[in-house]
């Protein structure tokens, strides 16, 4: 619904003070800016796609403040959504600049997990007319029964960072709320700010259904410069710490005022801030690290440092990728491959903000390879091939956590709201029985539980409408809403009570007291773990193991191994990288094949250990993993025998004493995606991998309880795992929808079955070329030297006994 | 295999697969945390777990109490999970099965979940927080005595069996010289699992039978 007519006299007038206020500041308002305005004008929804620091937020929040001077209103008008809370006080900041200078009477709010009660008191009161929050806190307040008395007055809703939400279970949980709130006031404008991404409109419809897509200004220009080895010097074909190239990153640090280091892992974060710091010759406080594991109180410190310009070096993972601007940061240096054309991107964008230079960034490769892999990116960011996030399948756990949304806010009737969750891109392919599934879950806990009315989270009233009767419940799920982001985590705090971080239960369940280990950058000792919280002291010596966080290392993108398989077959390649990786591609050549970009390469080779088997589909490291089960399933078919399995971004190794003989014809049987699906859940432990998933799965749906914020009490003293709960229902009510949601989270998500799938097809149709080596080849060593990831035996548990029996018997006759 | 045979403190004990213990020399059945109706007191907390453990359990005592014949069955320790209310339906689960092997004498080591509940209702003695059965002394928590060695139960011991490339995480028998360890019998048990001691001997228990490590 057009709210004014961009073309009367007021709107210009309106949209003058605005010009004038941008003029005060030294600029004029950019195209891509007053097109925003103007489609906001026009009652349209939106994109706004342009790289950070370019003036999306005006671009975005302009168009509500025309509308307020045209028809001044009071009570909630804008929805601001920002997906971290740290975010939250910057942006509320920036806007109230915007909302003085346009001199019009909003008050502006923020509403995050961590608001001041007199904050939450206005906002209960209606005192707000621009509200900033986060998704999780729009949930929390779609769950109030006066939801829609609140939103009753709203014009739209910005989502900021789009493009950091769209892939993940928040931005399902945000698509469940957009819907609830465009049920509630038809005339909200939804509006979206996003990075450029590869599936702009994709992106759109997402968000917004339909609506315009508004380009900002060009990214600046990036420069990707490279420590290359020096000629002579010996450079590991494998690896992926490279601390070898500490001197040329300290060297490059210290040539300038200050420095980011980017890591893809947290461990290898931690390990280099400790490496840079075992040879930091300046203060020592002007060396940090910064990482999503670190408390958030000494990441905003962090930052701030870097904003001042006080701190000279910061070891960083994605954690800094997003948000904040750091003006005053000079080089970005990036250790190891960034695996993604569009990180690398980003990463290069947070240095040079000076007009008119272009903004450098320095890799450090950590093995010769990644050479590759840099000068792959840099032509992919030339021609602009960047990832697409592609939006998540609606889960049943989300679902499950919404419904309840609904039934609280106000109630629900069930067709209404199948029609209203099926209106959102994640659930248009929900299929009613699974609804109704979940429906169940929550009516009657499931199955097994129908008996036991006293446990029922939702209950049907006379009028068929849904709703909960039970205030427990009610306050259990507004204080597990917000529990997406968190993990199985521990609080990491000092015994005097200063908060470090958070790192996995995992990790710290095979400590014992008087362990030392790294983290946020200090030696520490664990003291005792009591209530969810590791306590820890200073350690006095140096040494100790370094956490290792679940999922921490990132797969290959699809768009740069496109490129990448391009570069590699790339005879003549211009780039200085390749020039210094050619003596290896030629030993490639000469020992076994370079692969062409519609090859798949495969190599065998006998080495004292047995004979190996190596397969190049360069499609990443999780969906190899999928195909290395499914190849020794198949090959344990033709010829029954342990084979085990190793995986990189590049391709798999498959090991056993002796393979079968193979042939051109054998092998493309082997790789055929015909059976793919069944032939992998024969061969992957998929319980086991579907029990660790329930986890997350258990508590978005409200299965399991993590405890009140601040208290002690937690499922911990109940002494129930996920894992245990899972075992359970896996036994009693196998067709939960919960455990069907968790395997197919493993599929999506661990094994990236859709690539997966898609690089099969590809070798089908494809050429392949088969080559027994003398020797591993150049490709073949770093997957050799991997550890083994898994393997496939043809067994259950009976035959497990038995084989486990006989080795001890072996082990102890000798 | 179901059954291992070991001898403990002079005594031939064997070792069951469905997590008991029995002493034939003194036609003692053992067991140690049960937990009956925890799932009960989960649903009361909100987590919906499925019903059926108890009953599962039950059977499973039943099994075991055809198989040996014993005189006697002697928890370790935490019989009952949390507070009841006397009409709660496991508790009448319970007390069918109590009548239907009233010749068995059943005896309750206390255990710390214990204390909500008088065991006494279902038919059992109270051995209070110790029993003497020469050489051994029975406990709930794991302790060590001068004069004996100790059988108890409390910790849920757990193990970590690895296999080529794999590792499970399994419910075991840990024998150390002064104390030895029984699993959990519940269904709904966790694990727990420490530091592997040089002279222990362990029986891990798998979903095909036990396994003895050492």
Redesign the interface.
Known sequence: MPTSSTTSAAWRRAEARLRAWFATLGRKPAPFQRAAWRAWADGRNGLIHAPTGTGKTLAAVGGPLLDAVLHPERGLQLLWITPLRSLATDTAQHLSTAVTAMDVPWRVLRRTGDSTSGERAKLRRGDCELLVTTPESLALLLSYPDAADRFKRLRGVVVDEWHELISSKRGTLLQLGLARLRALRPQARIWGLSATLGNLDEALATLAGDGVLIGGVAGKRIQIRTALPDPGERFPWAGHLGLQQLPRVLRSVLEVRSALVFANTRSQAELWHEALASVWMEPAQTLAIHHGSIDPKLRLATEEGLRQGTLRCVVATSSLDLGVDFSSVDRVIQIGSPKGVARLQQRAGRSGHAPGLPSKILCVPTHLLELAEIAAARRAIAAQHLEPRRPLRGGLDVLAQHLLTLALGGGFEADAAYAEIGSTRAYAQLPRAQFDAVLE?LQH?????A??P??H?LVRGDDGRFGVSSL??AR?HRLSIGTITADGSLQVRYLKGARLGAVEESFLSRL?PGDRFLFAGRHLELVRVRDMTAYVRVAPSRRGAVPRWYGGRMPLSGELSDELRRTLADADAPEAELRALAPLLALQRKGSHLPQPDEVLVERTRTREGDYLFVFPFAGRLAHEGLAAVLAYRLSRMQKA?Y?YAVNDYGLAITARRLPPLTDATLRELLHPWHLRSDIRASINLTELARRQFREVARVAG???NGYPGSAKT?HQ????S???FD??RQ??PTHPLLWQAEREVLDQQLDYARLRQCLIRTARGKLVYVETARLSPLAFPLWVER????V?AD??????E???AT?EKAAGR | MNEVSMQVAGETLELHSERALYWRRERCLLVADVHLGKGAVLRRAGVSVPTGQTATDLARLAVLIDLYQPQRLIVLGDLVHGDATAQAPWLRQVGEWRRRHAAVQMTLVAGNHDRHFDARSLGFDLAGEALQLPPFTLLHAPATRADSYVLAGHVHPGIIVHDGWRRHRLPAFRFAAHCGLLPAFGTLTGLHDERVLADERIVAISPGGLIPLT
Do not use: I, N, P
């Open positions: 879950y806990g499931g199955t097994a539980l008996g036991y006293e446990y989270k427990r419940v259990l014992r342990d085990g299965l399991v309880f499922v109940l002494q129930v795992s894992g245990l709960l359970v229902l009693h009510d083994l990831r898994g393997g035996h259950d548990w009976k035959s497990r006994v084989r486990m029996l001890l």
